[in-house]
């Protein structure tokens, strides 16, 4: 077995050389907190890079910038990091874009706070509850942690924390490396709303009959007790009730669920995918109304169809849907029929063309090690896309169309595996398996079987590469 799945790869250093770069707007607001100079020196650093770089950093802006740094601070004591992050009513966030009179959100808020911890230190679980804590209470969706040294002005570490769960340190360059981390946030554009729902594209009794959703189910299922899948989340467990509720009425979130689940449906020719995990969807035990059927491929490159049963309104789609139809679109088509049991089986002269991908899971796990024999690893091509980001993006959707190029698995026929796996930058990974001879004829039997055999993975520990 294979003791390292994710492959040491080239990380490009010059980022403008990266197709889909491009020079960014930036501002920074509130006030640097008296006494944090490392926070100080820090920003300073940082707005330099910016603009060596071709950024234009602004005084004063209405909000419409690509990137709002905002000073924050967190108290110093003896309790626990997460324990000491103060909970203002509103959030620092609204209270500053108040006082600075901005007029619309900026599409990325990044607090910015000074701490003596090393994040790098602690523990992955704690870091990413201590962040989603910062990012609740202060009201961003990122969190820059500065980690002083001991002489004045001196930068130890910085943490750079998203929702996903990522939380990469710098030590050297820590300027600069931010800055790229920082720029590449902004230039992934959001594609998760982009979708359109067609009324009875499916008809009823197609869609009761079809057995994928308890499929779906029942591979959530099993990835709960595999400890791939975790409970769902609520925006209580780290603000106030107060201030959840808040959450819940002006931005209608009430908590998440990770990970996601996909089949691709033959009987309706279509991808059956987990709903959002932010509509109250427990992964684990999955219902018939917490699927939803989506065209298998999308409209102008990045714009989603939701194919509605008739006399259903479906949920939105889990976020990582767009990439998953990306994925399939870029994947070659095999033929298949159905047997006498009334199964679908792989047949060169089938009676229907599907995408070679028929089902897949996305789970936030840190992989230790894996077979390469039995499942293939595609690494993370870091010459293309040297930093990590969230998913629903149109970069995310890049990254699907770029693994499919990658993996022999896929493109080569006479390569036996039927299972691929590549890994996702700081917050877990991706894994599908392919209309293959002697694939099982129960969606994700097979899949889920290698985990934790061929598979060796912990929900403790997701690698942190620089």
């Keep these: ?76 004591g003896d309790q626990p990091l997460r324990e000491r992050v103060p909970e203002d009513y509103p959030p620092l966030s609204a209270m500053l874009r108040k006082r600075h009179g901005l007029r ?10 000074e701490v003596p911890e090393r994040l790098s230190a602690l523990p992955h679980a704690e ?20 980690s002083r040294g001991g002489a004045p002005g001196q930068v130890r570490e910085v943490t750079l924390c998203t929702m996903e769960g990522g939380h990469p340190t710098e030590v050297d360059d820590i300027a600069d490396r931010m800055r ?48 791939l899948l975790s409970p769902p989340l609520k925006v209580s467990d780290f603000v106030s009730d107060q201030l959840a509720d808040k959450y819940e009425i002006y931005m209608g979130v009430r908590g998440f669920s990770e990970g996601m689940l996909f089949a691709f449906d033959p009987d309706l020719d279509c991808l059956v995918v987990s709903a959002s995990g932010s509509w109250d969807v427990d992964k684990r035990a999955l219902t018939r109304e917490q699927v939803v059927a989506v065209e298998p491929r999308l409209t102008g490159g990045r714009r989603l169809r939701v194919l509605a049963p008739s006399g259903v309104l479906p949920m939105q789609p889990s976020v990582e849907t767009w990439e998953i139809c990306a994925l399939m679109d870029a994947c070659p088509t095999v033929r298949i029929t ?26 936030h796990v840190g992989v230790t090690s894996s077979d390469d024999t039995v499942i293939e690893t595609v690494g993370a091509d870091r010459e293309q896309f040297p930093y990590g980001f969230g998913c629903g993006t149109d970069l995310t959707v890049e ?25 996702l930058l700081y917050h877990g990974e991706m894994a599908v398996e392919l209309w293959k001879p002697d694939l099982p004829s129960q969606p994700f039997q097979g899949l889920l079987d290698l985990y934790g055999t061929a598979v060796r993975f912990t929900p403790d520990h997701i690698p942190q590469p620089v």
């Design 338 to 363: 159905k047997d006498r049991a009334g199964s679908w089986v792989l047949d060169p002269d089938g009676e229907r063309e599907v995408p070679l991908v028929r089902a897949g899971i996305h789970a």
């Design 1 to 76: 077995m294979s003791s390292s799945p994710v492959a040491a790869s080239t990380v490009c250093t010059d980022l403008t050389a990266c197709d889909w770069w491009r020079p960014c707007t930036v501002q920074v607001i509130g006030e640097v907190p008296a006494g944090q100079q490392a926070l100080r020196a820090f920003l300073d650093r940082l707005i330099a890079s910016f603009e060596v770089q071709g950024h234009t950093v602004f005084d004063r802006s209405h909000g419409d910038v690509d990137l709002m740094l905002m000073c924050g601070q967190i108290p110093e």
């Design 127 to 146: 870091v990413v509850a201590t962040a989603r804590t910062a990012m609740g209470r202060l009201g961003a969706a990122k969190v820059l942690f500065v």
């Design 180 to 227: 790229d981390r920082l720029v590449t946030t902004a230039c992934a554009q959001q594609v998760a709303e982009d979708y359109d729902t067609v009324r009875d594209a499916i008809t009823a009794e197609a869609w009761q009959a079809s057995t994928t959703p308890e499929q779906l189910a029942t591979a959530g299922r099993r990835m709960g007790e595999l400890g």
């Design 104 to 113: 619309r959100n900026p599409r990325h808020v990044v607090a910015v706070v």
């Design 399 to 423: 990254i699907a169309r770029n693994t499919v190029r990658r993996s022999h698995a896929i493109n080569d026929p006479a390569d036996p595996r039927t299972y691929v796996r590549w890994p």
